[in-house]
């Protein structure tokens, strides 16, 4: 049967499969043969699970006969090569971890397979998350579908192109200190970062425990909902799991939205200050409320997040002696032991209070300007990045430049609060440009709601590269 | 007590604590970037901390489950991706040696 993948989304994929309008067999073959034609180019992928893939497409074929109706079933997708699966290999992006294979599965995955959906393959990511561009990955950077000179973002590059390019319907990413949205905001696609402690991270490699959060990546809000009714599952392997997200999907509801003046007024590229004012235009002509707010304390969002991540990657890496699993710690990239070494300085004796507590006080200060603002406004709208996806080996160089970079990201993983990236529109070159709305604890509903709205009246994330 | 303005990182201890091996090259480039890294973190001592405290509101309560055993990895599963293995134990290299 003919269909076009380009234009498929989760949504129209289930229904498509239910009208029988199409088999799980034949959209996995499609996906499959997407990969097979482009990724040796843009490198998306560290393992392709193509025979699992096609078993389970098969037994999802059957599954539909009998009218199984399992939310997920045979939906392709894959999963940020971070995330634990049985008896298929799991690098985390690392050499370190080359020829590891877990014995058990991450419980998000379990969640998704228990749903129906199919595996396509493990996506490339920089090595345990330290990376805004795939740059820092030990199996090869992977290229933006949209520019190949340029790079797809990090750390979940992998799972944004793939996404982007066609190769599975959704992904299931991590995000630390923006790790989901800014590769979605570079290659046109939709990424969540839920409220911390919502979702297990139960199998999920650590790089920084109080930041680390799961979340999906797909190609509309309204898949984005999808996946989060499946993986926001109670997990008694993760004792942090706590909260549940308020609200349902109330449609039309129309929201105040804060706008922060500190943030358009840095040195963003004007073409993304552009595109974010004319997507808050868009939304006062429906009916939303614009009031500028303030956010004083995020001007340090950077310093803490890069002090409380580096200490915890330190403790967390320090798991990695090559006696239990993986390979000797001297196979860490340049990257990984910069941060392991600045973490490890900044939790040492003599500096612990003036570094990693300090910037766990600023953080909590940090935590207060979000409550006070949520108290005024129901989300806020910012950008993603204050750069367009930047060409390969632009910013890898100068450690300080990269990390710069998150302004804008970082704060929602300080804050521990959820932030929903979408696209807003593209550059005069074609590059993409997303823009983030933020809410307070377990406002996903909320977020989901203001963007499917957006969603309706623009069409950005419809468009597809043309590879 | 303020950031010292001449804190320098001393790489060579921190690999130590760090359990990290690193060439020359590796611990020259870290000194210049980790101290360029630092002064910027500098700007964090300015910040007026009042009464704040590290408590992490996303924490929820604790939850407990009961004490009683349940399945588990086999040890088998456990060794799987051992890199040496000697009678179903792990390998390490010896810490009581010859001095």
């Known amino acids: ?467 | 007590m303020g950031i010292d303005e001449n804190i320098k990182i001393s790489v060579n201890y921190i690999a130590k604590l760090a359990n990290l091996v690193l060439e020359e090259s590796e611990k020259q480039l870290f000194e210049k970037q980790l101290n360029d890294i630092l002064k910027f973190f500098r700007r964090l001592e300015k910040v007026d901390i009042g009464n704040v405290t590290t408590e992490n509101p996303a924490l929820g309560d604790k939850k407990l489950r009961s004490d009683e055993p349940s399945a588990s990895l086999s040890q088998e599963e456990v060794l799987s991706n051992a890199t040496n293995r000697t009678n179903g134990f792990f390998t390490v290299k010896g810490i009581f040696g010859e001095v």
């Open chain 1, 1 to 467: 049967m003919a269909f076009d993948l380009n234009s498929l989304t989760l949504t129209t994929a289930k229904r498509a499969l239910a009208e029988k309008k199409l088999s799980a067999t034949e959209l996995t073959q499609a996906c499959l043969k997407r990969i097979k034609l482009l990724d040796k180019k843009i490198n998306a992928f560290i393992t392709i699970t193509e025979e699992k893939a096609l078993v389970d497409a098969k037994r999802a074929d059957d599954l539909l006969a009998r009218e199984d109706n399992s939310p997920l079933l045979g939906i392709p997708f894959t999963l940020k090569d971070v995330f634990s699966t049985k008896n298929i290999k799991t690098s985390a992006g690392s050499k370190v971890l080359e020829s590891y294979t877990p014995p058990f599965n991450a419980s998000v995955y379990q969640f998704i397979e228990d749903a129906g959906g199919v595996l396509l393959g493990k996506t490339n990511c920089d090595a345990f998350g330290h990376g805004s561009s795939t740059e820092n990955s030990d199996f090869g950077l992977t290229k933006n579908p949209w520019d190949i000179e340029r790079v797809a973002g990090g750390s979940s590059g992998g799972s944004a192109a793939a996404l982007s390019y066609g190769g599975g319907l959704f992904s299931i990413a991590e995000d630390t200190g923006g790790s989901i949205r800014q590769p979605a905001a570079f290659c046109n696609v939709v990424g969540l970062k839920p409220t911390w402690g919502l979702i297990s991270r139960y199998g999920c490699i650590a790089y920084a425990s109080s930041l680390d959060t799961v979340g999906p990546m797909a190609r509309t809000v309204e898949d984005i909902e999808c996946v989060m009714n499946i993986i926001e599952k109670r997990d008694p392997l993760d004792a942090s799991q706590n909260g549940k997200p308020k609200l349902r999907f109330r449609k039309n509801q129309k929201v105040t939205i804060g706008v922060v003046k500190d943030f358009s007024g840095r040195n963003n590229d004007p073409e993304i200050n552009l595109a974010i004012e004319r997507g808050i235009q868009f939304l006062r002509e429906q009916g939303h409320t614009i009031k500028e707010v303030t956010l004083p304390k995020v001007a340090y969002a950077i310093e803490c997040y890069y002090l409380i991540a580096t200490s915890e990657a330190s403790s967390n890496l320090a798991r990695y002696d090559g006696v239990r699993f993986g390979n000797s710690r001297e196979i860490f990239n340049e990257e990984n032991k910069r941060r392991i070494i600045l973490g490890t300085f900044a939790l040492s004796s003599g500096y612990h209070d003036k570094y990693y507590l300090r910037a766990q006080k600023v953080r909590n200060l940090i935590r207060q300007d979000f409550k006070r603002v949520f108290q005024e406004v129901d989300v806020i709208a910012s950008p993603v990045s204050p750069v367009l996806p930047f060409k390969i080996g632009e910013r890898v160089t100068d450690p300080l430049q990269m990390y710069l970079a998150d302004i804008y990201t970082v704060s929602a993983n300080i804050a521990s609060i959820p932030a929903l990236s979408l696209p807003c529109g593209f550059s005069k070159a074609g590059l993409p440009i997303g823009w983030q709305f933020l809410g307070d604890f377990y406002s996903e509903a909320l977020l989901i709601n203001l963007g499917f709205q957006y969603q309706e009246i623009t069409d950005w994330h419809r468009k597809k590269p043309t590879l």
